[in-house]
């Protein structure tokens, strides 16, 4: 990956960070991981390798990881990794189909890496779900329903931000 790439990556990471900050101090139980819009744009953009790809879900879910108040926050150290290598695999998937690609890498990121941290959430973080929910039928109901208007929220932003920021690495095939 070259210096400009790595920039944008680094410049998209900080700016989901922050978005992803604002959203967690608001004190919800659950909150919506707009990460996976930030990293699925620098992944789309620079057309990262498969490793460079879970490379960066890896530094998405360390972020997620130190700056949420989830029930159990090492599950986004794996579930960010998975999103990431699902999202280059769309998109590559459908390369020739720019205008969907665009939109469906990111709601399949999302939709792949809030189904694998809600799995890790009930298997491993069991103690945490009770100590804010009531029962576990409950914390899925409400973490399937982020995790879906999350996906078509990220799809869109990542989906029309896309062509904006395409030219900004030029240089990628």
Known sequence: MNSRNLFIV???LC???????ILVEMGEPVTPNVLVAFYSLAIMVTLPSFGESVGIGFAAGMIASLISRSV?????????????????GVFLALRYHKQAARFAA????TIA?????????????????????PDTRSFLITLLGVVAITALVNSLAAGLAYP????QAAGNT
């Open 10 to 12: 680094a410049a998209l």
């Open 15 to 21: 700016t989901g960070t922050i978005v992803r900050f």
């Open 72 to 88: 159990f926050n090492p599950a986004f150290l794996i579930s960010e990794p998975l999103g990431a290598a699902v999202c280059l």
């Open 106 to 109: 990111p709601l399949l990121a």
């Open 113 to 133: 890496s809030g189904l694998v941290f809600l799995s890790l959430a009930v298997s491993a973080g069991s103690s945490g779900i009770q100590a804010v929910f």
């Open 164 to 167: 904006h920021l395409r030219p």
